[in-house]
């Protein structure tokens, strides 16, 4: 079975500073793995993913990640917050086999200070 | 080329009531998948459907339901709506499954009161 740990429900960093938010996956066959991002009142957005091939994949608004086999994990990471990252983000991993089902993450919501 | 839409955006109903939502995927997609998202249970997997079948079910009670049109567009269904059916139901479309990038709508949220 396949399943989605996001570690710290909250993060706080402040405008300028690294995010790093943490996610760690467990899965019987290579993953796919996504990071989407919420703004309030609004679906989900598609930050990045990863597939195949390299592994470190760099997506909108300044975001990248690293899939590390080894650590079965894959961190979001920016290197320098704006005001405007303040949202909910979910890490998400595909179901193999002909079907599109995602499996979520609980969610990290960050906070950026000034 | 226009997104995933949701109507209605938001729905207020009560017990026992029954609600039908709908999603209209991107132009050209054959998935569509949809999610219940509430703050207790986070995001969860409702159901998939893909040419007009469903193809991969979650661990929903079957008062929960769908169907998908010759077009892609796709409704679900609530009968005898409960007080923890309150949540914000999100749909995603994409070219054709298996492990593709999913798109959102924006999602129609329901209260049931």
């Known amino acids: 079975a396949q399943s989605v740990t996001q570690l710290g429900s909250h993060v706080s960093v402040s405008e300028g500073a690294l995010v790093l938010l943490r996610c760690n996956y467990s899965s019987s066959v290579p993953p796919y793995l996504f990071w989407y991002v919420q703004y309030p009142n609004q679906g989900l957005q598609l930050l990045l993913k990863?597939?195949?091939?390299?592994?470190l994949v760099k997506g909108i608004n300044g975001f990248e990640a690293e899939f590390k086999k080894s650590e079965t994990s894959f961190h979001l990471t920016k290197p320098s917050a704006h005001m405007s990252d303040a949202a909910e983000y979910f890490c998400a991993v595909s179901h193999s086999g002909n079907t599109d089902k995602l499996i979520f993450g609980t969610g990290t919501r960050l906070q950026v200070f000034p | 080329k226009a997104g995933v839409t949701q109507t209605p955006r938001y729905l207020i109903k009560t017990r026992g009531q029954q609600v039908t939502l709908s999603c209209s995927p991107i132009s050209g997609h054959r998935s569509v998948s949809w999610y219940q998202q509430t703050p207790g249970q986070g995001l969860q997997f409702l159901f998939e459907?893909?040419?007009?079948?469903?193809?991969n079910k979650g661990n929903f009670p079957g008062r929960f339901s769908g169907r998908q049109f010759s077009n892609s567009r796709s409704e679900m269904n609530v009968s005898t709506l409960e007080l923890g059916d309150s949540a914000l139901y999100l749909c995603?479309?994409?070219?054709?499954?298996?492990?593709?990038?999913?798109?959102f709508g924006p999602g129609t949220r329901l209260l049931v009161l």
């Open positions: 995603a479309s994409s070219v054709s499954g298996d492990q593709e990038t999913q798109y």
């Open positions: 459907y893909f040419s007009e079948t469903q193809r």
């Open positions: 990863y597939t195949t091939g390299a592994t």
